[in-house]
């Protein structure tokens, strides 16, 4: 399957983006969703996390506490390490059982990790989502009901925007409307229809 990452900083529009190939038909996998797949009622992975943590961890829905969560590997490094090795094989075959069954001509994979974690290894293209940082905190600020400087240290402590640009085969500028954003995808889905055409012949 021809394979595109999405990824982009907090606030650029990977969403945004991510919808709109939706709506042109493309099936869309998403390592947040993956994510939290894996640690559902029931599952093996939230049956490791309660062992490990404590029944506590979970919520009175059974669903798990990620805000208490993060909260205890905050300040244990050891638990985060511990949780870190239990759930990204967890992930990666999820995300792989997804890839595995999607039917459209090519897939977009989103991931705000793509290029700091061997995600990327799963793609065929990396694909950028950028916008001045500026717009990223008016964006992220306004979504997530967060200050301003709390957005500014979230991107600092995100891959630097010239870094990401330097991995991107595309570049998805989205500095205006929802309309241009659109006619700028427009314009992409078409050179990955044709990659993924010439990508199958060559199988």
Not at 37 to 48: D, I, K
Not at 112 to 128: A, D, F, G, K, S
Request: proline share 3%.
């Amino acid at each position: 399957m021809f394979t595109v990452g999405l990824t982009g900083g907090i606030g650029s529009g990977k969403t945004a983006a991510s919808d709109y190939f939706k709506q042109l038909g493309i099936d869309i996998i998403d390592a947040d969703v993956a994510a939290r797949v894996v640690v559902e009622p029931s599952t093996p992975g939230l049956n490791r996390i309660t062992s490990h943590f404590g029944d506590d961890i979970l919520l009175k829905t059974g669903q798990l506490n990620r805000a208490l969560l993060r909260q205890r590997i905050f300040s244990k490094p050891a638990d985060k390490q511990w949780l870190e090795e239990l759930l990204h094989p967890l992930i990666a075959k999820e995300i792989d059982r997804q890839l595995a069954a999607t039917t459209s001509p090519y897939v977009i994979f989103v991931s705000p990790l793509l290029l700091e974690t061997q995600q990327h290894q799963r793609c065929n293209r990396i694909l950028v989502v950028d916008a001045e940082v500026d717009i990223q905190v008016e964006r992220a600020a306004a979504r997530d009901n967060n200050s301003p400087e709390m957005i500014r240290t979230i991107i600092e402590n995100q891959m630097q925007r010239e870094a990401r640009l330097d991995r991107a085969d595309d570049v998805l500028v989205n500095d205006a409307d929802i309309d241009t954003l659109h006619k700028r995808i427009d314009k992409l889905h078409q050179q990955y229809l044709a990659l993924a055409h010439q990508d199958l012949r060559a199988v």
